[in-house]
């Protein structure tokens, strides 16, 4: 079977839902389905040659030259299969379109990530002003970049890794 990749469309909202929806809680933070809705421009989509939705990512801009992937998920049945890898390289082409020079995951899969160009970091590569300025966000993810105690039940067993483009 073959893969393509392309940006999401608000139809394959519910599909990206039901791809997160074993590992929210655990792997993924939640989101309600109006948040997915509401962000459906950062996602790009893998499709199989039938159509059907078989994974997802986001790329979430953090600030001026810095990203996030998030919520990378593969269906379970064509995990292993390069899927995931193709969704990586799509956003990574999607950050160097938008002028973005690093980008940030917060993951488990840390080989994975450094098969992709990613290392493993332990400080908020940010000087204190742009720090000042993202510290009002309210985006989680943003939170957790930041390393923020307010979320760090969802950051616990987690690596936070960074790829410069």
Same mark, same amino acid.
């Given at each position: 079977?073959?893969?393509?990749?392309?940006?999401?469309?608000?139809?394959?909202?519910?599909?990206?839902?039901?791809?997160?929806?074993?590992?929210?809680?655990?792997?993924?933070?939640?989101?309600?389905?109006?948040?997915?809705?509401?962000?459906?421009?950062?996602?790009?989509?893998? *499709? @199989? =040659?039938?159509? /059907?939705?078989? %994974?997802? &990512?986001? !790329?979430?801009?953090?600030?001026?030259?810095?990203?996030?992937?998030?919520?990378?998920? *593969? @269906? =379970?049945?064509? /995990?292993?299969? %390069?899927? &995931?890898? !193709?969704?990586?390289?799509?956003?990574?082409?999607?950050?160097?379109?938008?002028?973005?020079?690093?980008?940030?995951?917060?993951?488990?899969?840390?080989?994975?990530?450094?098969?992709?160009?990613?290392?493993?970091?332990?400080?908020?590569?940010?000087?204190?002003?742009?720090?000042?300025?993202?510290?009002?966000?309210?985006?989680?993810?943003?939170?957790?970049?930041?390393?923020?105690?307010?979320?760090?039940?969802?950051?616990?067993?987690?690596?936070?890794?960074?790829?410069?483009?």
């Amino acid at each position: 079977m073959t893969y393509s990749i392309r940006p999401a469309r608000a139809d394959d909202v519910r599909a990206i839902a039901a791809l997160r929806a074993p590992m929210e809680g655990e792997v993924l933070l939640h989101h309600d389905l109006v948040a997915l809705f509401e962000r459906v421009q950062e996602f790009m989509v893998a *499709v @199989d =040659s039938e159509g /059907r939705v078989v %994974g997802a &990512g986001g !790329l979430h801009i953090m600030w001026e030259d810095l990203a996030e992937i998030r919520s990378l998920i *593969v @269906d =379970s049945s064509v /995990r292993g299969r %390069g899927v &995931g890898n !193709l969704l990586v390289s799509a956003l990574v082409e999607k950050a160097r379109g938008l002028g973005i020079k690093r980008i940030f995951c917060l993951t488990f899969e840390v080989s994975f990530f450094e098969k992709h160009g990613f290392a493993t970091i332990s400080d908020v590569p940010v000087d204190e002003d742009t720090f000042a300025e993202m510290v009002r966000s309210n985006d989680d993810g943003v939170a957790e970049f930041l390393d923020l105690a307010r979320v760090k039940q969802n950051t616990l067993g987690n690596t936070r890794m960074l790829r410069l483009l």
